[in-house]
């Protein structure tokens, strides 16, 4: 049994990968573990990209993993796709590119989609961010599919949300609801290097007048991230939003917003504790009969295992 708290001390990220799966399966000893080393967290700045599937996120992804990198930054990349090239099943030129990439020790990657997760992908991806920072990572990337509004929404709760798109996508940018739009601080025309991009950028450039927010103006930026052209300017605009939302107080926010959600969570898994541990399997598998003969509802039933269980709590400690 390997020792996690030494091992997230000293930099291991085996320890990091065993943590994060620990912490997603529920366990209380992940709990503990994050509840003693929680001092550290606050120093992570989150990334997040977003946009279509085959725009170029994870290459782009990528391209800025190893700027921050190759400037001594200790990065971390939550890919919310179960087809990301970092798995491999993408072609192989896309496949060395990402290998590169776990060879890199400033460098993790962690996919989700995989497995199934307890209480919704959101969820996991807030633990595993925080693991992360506790780790001690400056940047951590969040990777998702804008296709969902949900995925879009979890790039949306990061610091700074890039919203990749690429030439011949006209179509996809008038179906983009305003409020998805609204999510992108800096908006990138990845593969310039093909026609179109200008015209795309001139699109995305007339949504944002229409959808105007004096307070910040995102910048449109052409990226070719395959040839690695462009993708310092990303890197500056990301900064230029950083210094942004710290000098407006929108930083602190979005922190109290993370820390309100990770309440929330472990509130609502404590409570799942609970009613898991107060409640037998027999005793479960009798109000199911109940239900199914139709003597009470799944409602009633509901309630009635509430109250069993706050019966039970009312003599706990809670100081
Ligand atoms: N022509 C061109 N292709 C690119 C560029 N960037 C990425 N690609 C390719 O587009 C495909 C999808 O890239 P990927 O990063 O996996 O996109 P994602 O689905 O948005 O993460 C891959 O085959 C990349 O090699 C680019 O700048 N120009
Ligand atoms: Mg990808």
């Given at each position: 049994m390997m020792d996690i708290r030494k091992g997230m001390a000293e930099g291991d990220k085996v320890a990091l990968a065993k943590l994060i799966t620990m912490a997603e399966d529920g366990r209380r000893d992940a709990m503990d573990i994050i509840r003693d080393m929680y001092g550290k967290t606050g120093g992570a700045y989150l990334i997040g990209?977003?946009?279509?599937?085959?725009?170029?996120?994870s290459t782009l992804t990528a391209g800025l993993a190893r700027i921050y990198s190759s400037l001594g930054k200790k990065v971390g990349i939550i890919?919310?796709?179960p087809t990301s090239p970092y798995t491999g099943g993408a072609i192989l030129g896309d496949r060395i590119r990402m290998q590169q990439l776990f060879?890199?020790?400033?460098i993790f990657i962690r996919s989700m989609g995989s497995r199934g997760h307890l209480g919704g992908?959101?969820?996991?991806?807030r633990i595993a961010a925080r693991i992360m920072d506790i780790f001690g990572m400056?940047?951590?990337?969040?990777?998702?599919?804008?296709?969902?509004?949900?995925e879009v929404e979890i790039a949306g709760t990061a610091d700074t949300t890039v919203m990749v798109l690429a030439p011949g996508l006209g179509d996809d940018i008038q179906a983009m609801k305003a409020g998805i739009m609204e999510i992108g601080n800096v908006f990138v025309v990845n593969k310039c290097d093909r026609d179109g991009a200008e015209k795309t950028a001139r699109e995305i450039k007339a949504m944002l007048d229409f959808n105007g927010d004096a307070?910040?103006?995102?910048?449109?930026?052409?990226?070719?991230?395959?040839?690695?052209?462009?993708?310092?300017?990303?890197?500056?605009?990301?900064?230029?939003?950083?210094?942004?939302i710290k000098d407006s107080g929108v930083f602190i926010n979005k922190r109290k917003e993370h820390i309100r959600d990770e309440i929330m969570d472990l509130a609502a898994q404590s409570i799942m504790c609970d009613i898991m541990n107060g409640l037998s399997k027999e005793e479960l598998s009798n109000i199911v009969d109940k239900v199914a003969n139709g003597e009470t509802d799944p409602y009633t039933a509901s309630d009635r295992i509430l109250k069993?269980?706050?019966y039970h709590l009312n003599g706990r400690d809670f100081d």
């Open positions: 990209i977003t946009g279509p599937p085959g725009v170029g996120k890919a919310c796709d060879t890199d020790p400033n992908l959101s969820k996991s991806t400056d940047y951590i990337f969040i990777e998702t599919v804008g296709v969902g509004q949900s307070a910040w103006r995102p910048q449109v930026i052409l990226t070719a991230a395959q040839e690695n052209k462009g993708v310092d300017d990303v890197m500056d605009a990301i900064g230029r939003h950083m210094e942004y069993t269980i706050r």
